[in-house]
T-cell receptor, first 114, second 114 residues
C-alpha cells in the first residue's frame, strides 16, 4: 500500500510569490491534515480536511489556505510568501478524523523562501 | 492550555541504556497521547500511543507511562540502540472531539552512542 505522497519535495520561491503544495493520502483515507515544521516553532497544526470540508484550522494568517478534492487529495496554498514561511510542510492522512486511528505522515515539502 | 511541554531538548545515551523523555500537558480534554519518531529527511512516524484510561503501555522496547493526575506522560526506550537515534515528539489530541488535530511537544533529539 503506497504511503502519503507529497509534491513537490523541494521548492524555492522568493518573497511575495505564492506557492501550492499537494498531498495524496493513503488510498481509502478521507481525512487530511497539514502541519508546518520549523526549528524554532516545531510542528504546528495548519488545517484539517474531511469530505472536502475544512474541519479545523490552526493559528496561521489568512495567507495560508487549503482545500480537499472529492478524491481526498489536498492542496495548500501560501500567498505573498514571507521569509518566515520557510519550513517543512507535512501532510498526514487517516481514515476519518477523530477516533483513535493512526495518522500517517508524508515526507514533507521543503519550502525555502529567499 | 493547548501546549504540550517536552523535555529534555536533547539526550545522549550509551548503547544498551535507557532513554527517557518526558511531556506535560494542561488541557484535561486531551484523550489521546501518541509518540512520533522522525528521522532526517522523513516525516514523523507513529511509535506508540496511549489513552488516559491506561497508566502504561508497552510495545517491544518502547513503553509509555501515563500519570493522569499529574498530567504527565513519558517515553522509555529500553536497551537503546544506535538505530534509535532520531528526533522524538510527544503529542496530544482530543479525539472525542472528532478531530485528528495534534498538539506536538518541541521534540527531543536522541543520540545513542555505540
Amino acid at each position: 500500500k503506497a504511503g502519503v505522497t507529497q509534491t513537490p519535495r523541494y521548492l524555492i520561491k522568493t518573497r511575495g510569490q505564492q506557492v501550492t503544495l499537494s498531498c495524496s493520502p493513503i488510498s481509502g483515507h478521507r481525512s487530511v491534515s497539514w502541519y508546518q515544521q520549523t526549528p524554532g516553532q516545531g510542528l504546528q497544526f495548519l488545517f484539517e480536511y474531511f469530505s472536502e470540508t475544512q474541519r479545523n484550522k490552526g493559528n496561521f494568517p489568512g495567507r495560508f489556505s487549503g482545500r480537499q478534492f472529492s478524491n481526498s487529495r489536498s492542496e495548500m496554498n501560501v500567498s505573498t510568501l514571507e521569509l518566515g514561511d520557510s519550513a517543512l510542510y507535512l501532510c498526514a492522512s487517516s481514515l476519518v478524523p477523530g477516533a483513535y486511528n493512526e495518522q500517517f505522515f508524508g515526507p514533507g515539502t521543503r519550502l525555502t523562501v529567499l | 492550555q493547548q501546549q504540550v511541554k517536552q523535555s529534555p531538548q536533547s539526550l545522549i545515551v550509551q548503547k544498551g541504556g535507557i532513554s527517557i523523555i518526558n511531556c506535560a500537558y494542561e488541557n484535561t480534554a486531551f484523550d489521546y497521547f501518541p509518540w512520533y519518531q522522525q528521522f532526517p529527511g522523513k516525516g514523523p512516524a507513529l511509535l506508540i500511543a496511549i489513552r488516559p484510561d491506561v497508566s502504561e503501555k508497552k510495545e517491544g522496547r518502547f513503553t509509555i507511562s501515563f500519570n493522569k493526575s499529574a498530567k504527565q506522560f513519558s517515553l522509555h526506550i529500553m536497551d537503546s540502540q544506535p538505530g534509535d537515534s532520531a528526533t522524538y515528539f510527544c503529542a496530544a489530541s482530543m479525539r472525542s472531539g472528532n478531530t485528528g488535530k495534534l498538539i506536538f511537544g518541541q521534540g527531543t533529539t536522541l543520540q545513542v552512542k555505540p
